[in-house]
T-cell receptor, first 112, second 113 residues
Framework: GEQVEQLPSILRVQERSSASINCTYENSASNYFPWYKQEPGENPKLIID?????ERKQIQGLIVLLDKKAKRFSLHITDTQPADSAMYFCAARRNNNNRIFFGDGTQLVVKP | DPKIIQKPKYLVAVTGSEKILICEQY?????MYWYRQSAKKPLEFMFS???????DNQTASSRFQPQSSKKNHLDLQITALKPDDSATYFC????????????FGSGTRLLVI
């Protein structure tokens, strides 16, 4: 299988500061790394992803970094807003498998 | 319009009873999945299906049985319900292959009393 470790489990930041969530994976064959945001009472929704042929990807205020050597990837949210408060899940998928393996989630709280 | 429909949205069941959670997707995806979310385990994988065939099963208990009558359906039958089964059950689907991010349904919130 694949083990995805995600830290921290809870992250509290001040509005307009940045927030970083870090994940590691075990299987070097993993090649796809999506990030999901889940708001209370809602389903998880894809917000950004990165494939193994990239090291960095940015969509507006979201930046994902991938270090394949260290088997580490991270999500950085710049200029956080209270609306960014949610549960965030990192995930990894191997090339020959449809299944996505999820981290245990990070509860992000952005304080006004 | 929701692209993955899960029914019912809320479900209260008595211990020992049997329930079926419905999932239909209209995305033309080939792979479907069931996940369970509770306070103990944020997103716990249960099953994956591809072209209506079981690909992966991480559920220890045979009380949980997926049923796929059509390519875009993957229902979940749960028998002999226990209070510990109380959770939100999410169905998801993906195209399969290299472009395989998931789309999740809105979930069924199950409470077993």
């Amino acid at each position: 299988g694949e083990q995805v470790e995600q830290l921290p489990s809870i992250l509290r930041v001040q509005e307009r500061s940045s927030a970083s969530i870090n994940c590691t994976y075990e299987n070097s064959a993993s090649n796809y790394f999506p990030w999901y945001k889940q708001e209370p009472g809602e389903n998880p929704k894809l917000i950004i992803d990165i494939r193994s042929n990239m090291e960095r990807k940015q969509i507006q205020g979201l930046i994902v970094l991938l270090d394949k050597k260290a088997k580490r990837f991270s999500l950085h949210i710049t200029d956080t807003q209270p609306a960014d408060s949610a549960m965030y899940f990192c995930a990894a998928r191997r090339n020959n498998n449809n299944r996505i393996f999820f981290g245990d989630g990070t509860q992000l709280v952005v304080k006004p | 319009d929701p692209k993955i429909i899960q029914k019912p949205k809320y479900l209260v069941a008595v211990t020992g009873s049997e329930k079926i959670l419905i999932c239909e997707q209209y995305l033309g995806h080939n792979a479907m999945y069931w996940y369970r979310q509770s306070a103990k385990k944020p997103l716990e994988f249960m099953f994956s299906y591809s072209y209506q065939k079981l690909m992966d099963n991480q559920t220890a208990s045979s009380r949980f049985q997926p049923q796929s009558s059509k390519k875009n359906h993957l229902d979940l039958q749960i028998t002999a319900l226990k209070p510990d089964d109380s959770a939100t059950y999410f169905c998801a689907s993906s195209q399969g292959g290299l472009n395989s991010d998931y789309t999740f349904g809105s979930g069924t919130r199950l409470l077993v009393i």
